[in-house]
């Protein structure tokens, strides 16, 4: 098991730069998701996209569209979502998965890494985005 660094990286993106550039990396990524996945082109595309999109909203609703106030919150839910739309759209496809392995050996152990992981990532993308536009700074 792993963290899902595209995720990690796309939504720390749409967090520090917003929607625009967010779902310019969301589709690049996508992309390439599915070109190195064995699953129908265009799953990882549509639900990394929507998973952004989503995030975007959150982020902005609940915490204001300059604030660092726990990024890593948002991780956790958009994987489920991000992982769990996937699965649906893959069974709807005909690829056989139970939904309680998923959860429990799939889902929620990525879902933790992935939370652990985001803080650093966040961090680094965060500095990196402030050498970028130094004029912009996030609040706490």
Known sequence: MHPDFVLIVTLSWVILRGLDE???IAIFAGIG???FS???FGIFSLSIGL???LTNLVHDRVFGTNNLILPAALILP???FFIGFAAFLLIQ???PMSWDTLLT???LPVALLNTAVMVPVFFT???FNRLLTPSEALTW
Do not use: E, R
Request: charged share 5%; net charge negative; no cysteine.
């Open 78 to 80: 958009a994987t489920v």
């Open 125 to 127: 993308l965060y500095i």
């Open 51 to 53: 998973t952004a999109l």
């Open 105 to 107: 050996n799939i889902i």
């Open 93 to 95: 496809l005909g690829h």
């Open 38 to 40: 064995g699953a129908s």
């Open 22 to 24: 967010g779902v310019f």
């Open 33 to 35: 998701l599915d070109i």
